[in-house]
């Protein structure tokens, strides 16, 4: 999703205005806010900082947060579909329960993020750095992983129909126990080498379970 897409916000923030719908905070300081339940949806809120903000069920569809700063920050619950989340930085970032359908995540921080239980039904993380990311029971149908680095990020019980792109992505000790990937697209040998399934997991044609699987459980 390109960044252009959410051009013409007013040009001049607004720093000090209230929340509401096609609000413009772009550049501004939020930090440690509670904006809980708050209705930002079509907000310009690129290059903000919300570190360690509550924005936990917020409205925040088709928002521009691109490059902004959510380390910490708790999204959990919150609306966020065809946000773009492009390159903003999210460490340890709560988006626990978030509809992010169609958002972009590209080239964004979101190593140690919680995504259990979002849906993300095709959102793009291409080039996003997502180690130890944990996607426990989130929605990933038509997800898009191309060029991700998923180091010890957990897909394990992830939900998904259809494909996945997972094209030249990183996936050394991904867990990937008990998944269907049979559609899933971009994937290659030395890829399966890398990542950690199980007997259950179920691989495209042509690729195949390495010795090593299972791996030994991870305790950090």
Known sequence: MAASTFAGHAQNADCKSSTGPETDWHDCNKRQLMLGGSDL??????????????????MLRSANLEKATLVRASLASAVADKANFTRVEAYRGNFSGISAEGASFVS???QRTDFTRAR????????????????????LTGTKF??????????????????IDFDRAFLFLTR???????????????QIDLACGDASTKLPAGLSAPAKWPCPADDD
């Open 41 to 58: 949806q079509g907000s310009n809120l690129a290059n903000t900082d919300f570190t360690l903000t509550d924005l936990r069920r917020a």
């Open 108 to 110: 964004s921080e979101l």
């Open 120 to 139: 993300l039904t095709g959102a793009d993380f291409e080039k996003a750095e997502l180690g130890r990311a944990d996607f426990t029971e989130a929605v």
């Open 146 to 163: 191309s060029m991700a680095n998923l180091s010890r990020a957990n897909l394990s019980g992830a939900i998904f129909e259809g494909p």
């Open 176 to 190: 990937i126990e008990g998944l269907d990937l049979s559609a899933a697209t971009g994937l290659e040998q030395a």
